[in-house]
Each structure stands twice: as C-alpha cells, then as structure tokens.
C-alpha cells in the first residue's frame, strides 16, 4: 500500500460554522470522518445515514458527499483529507468499492482514531518540519487504524439500484447545465413521477433539493479554492445564468450571501 499525503485537518461545530460545505466532492481528495460531538446525518454517494459520536466515515476521492445537523443539535467533525491514496484491492483514492456501507458504527479502532487525528489537529498548519512530519506519521498511522477497521468489520455490502446510481452519476457530472427533472427522465426513458420517486426513496432527496446543495455545494468549494473567484463567474460555473437568483439561493441554503461567504473564507484562511 502506498502511503499518502496528508492534505488537510478540519475540526467542525455545525451549530457554530457557518461556512461549512455543504453537497461537495473532492477530485483528488479522500477523507476519513470522525463524528465527535452529538448526532446527525452524513451522506456518502448519496445515501444517508445517521451517525453518532463513535462513528467513522469513509469519503473516497471524487466521491459525493454531505451532512446535516439535527434540529440544532450540538454535532461535531473531526476529518483529514488525504493524497495519494491506494489501498489494496481498491481504484485509486478510494476507501471501498461503491456497494460497500461506508459509515461504521463504534468500531474498536475510534478510540485510537480520535487521539491520533486530535494530536494532528493540535499541531497542523505549523510551519516547523518537524511537527509536519510528525503530522504525515500520525496520518500513516490514521489510516493503519482504518484498514483494520475494514478487515474486522467484513464491510457489508448495501442494495445500490444500479439504474439510480446512473441517473446519480449522471447527474454528479452534469449539475452545471440546464438539467431539469423532464429533461434527466427523457433521456432515461423514464416517466417524472417513476424518476422523482425513486429518486427520493434511494438518496433521501428529492431532485430539486439535490440539485440546489450540488450547486451551492460546487460555488462554495470554487470560493475557498479560488480566493479572487468572482461571484457571477461561480454562478455561471455552477448552473446559474442568472447571478441575482445564484446569491439569493445561496443566501437561502447557508445563511450567507457569496459576499459575505467570501469574506468570512477571507479571515478563517
């Protein structure tokens, strides 16, 4: 197994974040979750679950993701993203194969997952080789945890409708254009009402909640990425031609306008 890079280490409040991404995926990027604090909801390739403090969720590079608090509960993340990762019998960057549950409840290894990531968490972002590479070596160890943590949970396997996942997939790659639930059911030779049901039954959304995380998901990945992004070009980017409507969706699903977005990504960099 080659060894990867460690990239990133975020520890999130969702009650007190307000700049949290919501529906987004990372090209290059895997992540391992701890949930920490409380209860809420993750999803991964668009099925949802519940989690708790305990759990431990596997994002696999170019995998969708998202998660949600409930009813305001206290609920925290610890997560660190990952490069480079091979792990055996797997493609590239990821975790699991595609079918595999990739949320794992309580398993033995939390205890020693949380200390690890904690201590990475404490000295990440310090500029001393020395801390960094004692950063990467906790990382390693991170991610030994995880193997055994697969190996001893013999990794159920979840029913994934494979007519779904196309229509998912599909989607994941066209969520800029001008999609619609008519047009996505006529190029599948479905009819709406059979698209929008089972749709919702697999993923927990429904079509337009979906589409509206993706893209406001996408534009606040743009706006942390790309620091001089300019807020009718993340628009245009994500699917919107109209830029009013983009910054008042926006302002709806986060609590924030792009520019207010934008200025609070300024001062937590």
Same mark, same amino acid.
């Given at each position: 197994?080659? %060894? ?22 990372? *090209? ?46 206290? $609920? ?21 194969? =595609? *079918? ?12 020693? +997952? ?50 779904? +996942?196309?229509?998912? &997939? ?6 800029? &254009? ?21 749709? %919702? =039954? &697999? ?43 983009? @910054? ?8 924030? @306008?792009?520019?207010?977005? %934008?200025? $609070?990504? @300024?001062?937590?960099?």
């Amino acid at each position: 197994m080659k %060894k990867p890079i460690l990239e990133n280490c975020t520890y999130v409040n969702w009650l007190e974040y307000p700049g949290y991404i919501m529906m987004h995926r990372h *090209d290059n990027l895997a992540e391992v979750t701890l949930s920490v604090h409380g209860k809420g909801r993750y999803a991964v390739n668009n099925h949802l679950y519940d989690v708790k403090v305990g759990d431990v969720i596997l994002s696999g590079a170019g995998v969708v993701h998202d998660a949600f608090m409930q009813e305001r509960e206290h $609920y925290g993340t610890l997560t660190i993203q990952l490069s480079g990762l091979q792990m055996p019998d797997c493609e590239p960057g990821q975790f699991l194969a =595609k *079918d595999q549950v990739p949320v794992f409840h309580l398993p033995k290894q939390y205890p020693e +997952l949380r200390r690890q990531m904690s201590e990475i968490q404490a000295m990440f972002g310090m500029e001393d080789e020395e801390y960094q590479e004692a950063c990467q070596e906790k990382a390693e160890i991170v991610l030994e945890q995880v193997v055994q943590m697969i190996h001893d949970s013999d990794c159920p396997v979840q029913k994934v409708d494979s007519f779904c +996942l196309e229509i998912e &997939e599909y989607i994941n790659e066209h969520y800029a &254009e001008n999609l619609s639930l008519e047009s996505i059911a006529a190029a599948f030779y479905v009819s709406t009402f059979h698209l929008s049901h089972l749709f %919702k =039954k &697999e993923t927990g959304y429904n079509f337009k909640q979906y589409m509206m995380r993706m893209r406001i998901g996408e534009a606040q990945k743009i706006f942390l990425d790309e620091k001089n992004a300019r807020i009718a070009d993340v628009a245009e980017r994500v699917g919107y031609e109209d830029a009013a409507y983009f @910054s008042r969706a926006f302002q709806k699903e986060t609590g924030m @306008s792009p520019k207010e977005y %934008k200025n $609070y990504i @300024s001062v937590m960099r």
